[in-house]
Every structure is written in C-alpha cells, then in structure tokens.
C-alpha cells in the first residue's frame, strides 16, 4: 500500500468519542495515526495559520489519519475540530468523519475525564465552581459544531461521513469511505472513563 497516494482522514468529533479507539485501528492497519500528541497539534496548527502555511504543515508528511485534535490546560481549551474548513481548504480529497455520540453520554464521559481534571481544569477557565455552566457550554458547542458540519458538507457527501462510535457496523460504515478495507477485529473501546468524582449530569 503507498501510503502518499491514500487521502488523508480528520476525525472532526470531539474527544470523548472513541477517539483513542478509532487511532488504535488505524495504527493496526498500518496506517500513519496521530491522536492528541499532547496538544502540539492544535499548536502547530495555530503557528502555521499565523505564518500562511497549510494548517498542519509538519505533521501532513508523517501522518494521515488525525485524531481528538484538542489543545486543553488550565489556561487555554481550544477544539481543533473547529478547524473543518481550513483542513478542506488545504487538503483536498480527504475523508472528514464526525465521530460522534448520544449527547448526555459524552457529557458524562467529559466529567468523568481523567478523574474530573478535565471538568475542573474547564470550571478554572469559566472562574466558576458550578459544574453546569460547563455543561451546558459542552452542549451548546457540540450542537452549533455538528450544526456548521453537516451544513459545510452537505453539497460534499463524498467527502463526508457522520458516525455514531456505539454503531455496530461502525467499521464496516467507515470502511466503505476508505480506499481500502479496515479490520474490524481491530476495534475495541479503550481509553473508557472509570472514576466518577462529581454528580452526573
């Protein structure tokens, strides 16, 4: 398989939607994956917009699949996804996929992140201590997000595919995209939260 003639895949969901799950599969395949990297994605994404460079010049010649492109600390949360229109602009021919879920549950997955550091590194940015405010910016950035997709990529079906991570034929779904056929004995949930520190919502 050449690598360089396969298009590049964005993952445009939020993190807490099967992410690290859906960068283990492509890795298995053999496929280039990056996931997170620790915010200097979102980073690198930044400085190359500043300097009139494509978005992810730097990782575009490593990688072709692009995950939970999030940059998240206690001073700054900004969600790569956001960044749909200027990945379109500079790559043509690629596969973006909402990854996503029911709402409520991904709310709940996002408390429970990481114990609630995740929460509470939110809360330290919103200067509030009431779990709802950040709630309820979660859930109100998640509907205008999948709103400003599904509209950009409504006249661009090839190069679009929404998918719920719970789907039982989620594999076959996102294959059926690609150039190529992915294994689903590969896909598995990991990265599952655990530890439930604050009241669910």
Known sequence: MRYR?????????????????????????????????????????????????????????????????ILATERILIEGNSFFRELYRDYPGSLFVLNNRPTQKWIK??????????????LLLLSTQDSEVAVKLWENQKNRHEEDVR??????????????????DFVEKLSSKLPYKLNAENWQVVGRSTNSVITET
Do not use: C
């Open 109 to 122: 997955s996002r408390v429970r992140q990481k114990g609630g550091d995740f929460l509470r590194r939110q």
């Open 151 to 168: 509209s950009f990529f409504s006249n661009k079906p090839e190069q679009f595919l929404e998918i719920d991570i719970e789907a039982a």
């Open 5 to 69: 003639e396969l298009p590049y895949v964005f993952f445009i969901g939020f993190n807490r939607t099967a992410t690290r799950s859906i960068h283990r599969l492509f890795v298995l395949q053999g496929i280039p994956s990056v996931h997170w990297h620790k915010n200097r994605i979102v980073i690198k994404m930044l400085r190359n917009i500043t300097r009139g460079r494509k978005i992810l010049s730097g990782y575009d010649s490593q990688y072709l699949v692009f995950s939970d492109v």
